[in-house]
């Protein structure tokens, strides 16, 4: 794959840890920073991958399109977010989960929390502020609304990278065979 410079900036590298552990997607300038500077080897996965040569006026650049670093990254126990309503938005994907809207964004308890409702992953959605009045001092059956999906805990970014990676993997594999 051949292309200019321009064109590259938009391509992404994938990055492992030392032990191999997909943790990033990140942009190809950052990804030639990490070779340059021996912090990052190219990692074949044998999976028929092809370099990103990215051209400059004065030269030829052979990118991988998966990389490993080679110094250590701190593997850390990647935790959810803390409830708050900016992540909670997030997860919702900035829509009221009982209705669609996306506007007067609210967040509501499930369990009041006037009834004992704690602030957890699982107690809280976004709402708009017209279903959040509707619903009241209720739970979403009492008032007689019903939840788009059910709330769970968002999984990290990095561990949904991880996902993702490793799926999309497979089904290249699966195809070769
Ligand atoms: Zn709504």
């Given at each position: 794959?051949?292309i200019s410079a321009?064109?590259?900036?938009?391509?992404t590298?994938?990055?492992?840890?030392k032990?191999?552990?997909?943790i990033?997607?990140?942009?190809?300038?950052?990804?030639?920073?990490l070779?340059?500077t021996?912090k990052?080897?190219?990692l074949?996965?044998?999976?028929?991958?092809q370099?990103?040569?990215v051209?400059s006026?004065?030269?030829?650049?052979?990118?991988p399109q998966h990389?490993?670093?080679?110094?250590?990254?701190?593997e850390?126990?990647?935790k959810?977010?803390?409830v708050?309503?900016?992540?909670?938005?997030?997860?919702?994907?900035?829509t009221?989960?009982?209705?669609?809207n996306?506007?007067?964004l609210?967040?509501?308890h499930?369990i009041?929390v006037?009834?004992g409702g704690?602030?957890?992953?699982d107690?809280?959605?976004?709402?708009c502020?017209?279903?959040?009045?509707?619903?009241g001092d209720?739970?979403p059956?009492?008032?007689?609304?019903?939840l788009?999906?059910?709330?769970?805990?968002p999984?990290?970014?990095?561990v949904?990278?991880?996902?993702?990676?490793?799926?999309a993997?497979?089904?290249?594999r699966?195809?070769?065979?």
């Amino acid at each position: 794959m051949t292309i200019s410079a321009t064109q590259a900036l938009s391509k992404t590298v994938a990055v492992f840890s030392k032990s191999y552990l997909p943790i990033n997607q990140i942009n190809i300038k950052r990804a030639i920073i990490l070779l340059v500077t021996g912090k990052a080897e190219p990692l074949d996965l044998n999976d028929g991958s092809q370099f990103i040569s990215v051209h400059s006026p004065t030269m030829l650049l052979l990118v991988p399109q998966h990389i490993r670093l080679t110094v250590n990254h701190r593997e850390k126990i990647w935790k959810a977010p803390t409830v708050n309503r900016r992540e909670v938005l997030r997860r919702d994907r900035q829509t009221c989960q009982y209705c669609g809207n996306t506007r007067h964004l609210t967040i509501d308890h499930l369990i009041p929390v006037s009834k004992g409702g704690e602030s957890t992953w699982d107690n809280v959605v976004t709402a708009c502020e017209t279903c959040n009045n509707r619903k009241g001092d209720r739970t979403p059956q009492q008032a007689g609304l019903t939840l788009r999906r059910q709330p769970k805990t968002p999984v990290h970014p990095i561990v949904a990278f991880a996902a993702q990676f490793w799926r999309a993997h497979k089904i290249q594999r699966e195809g070769q065979s």
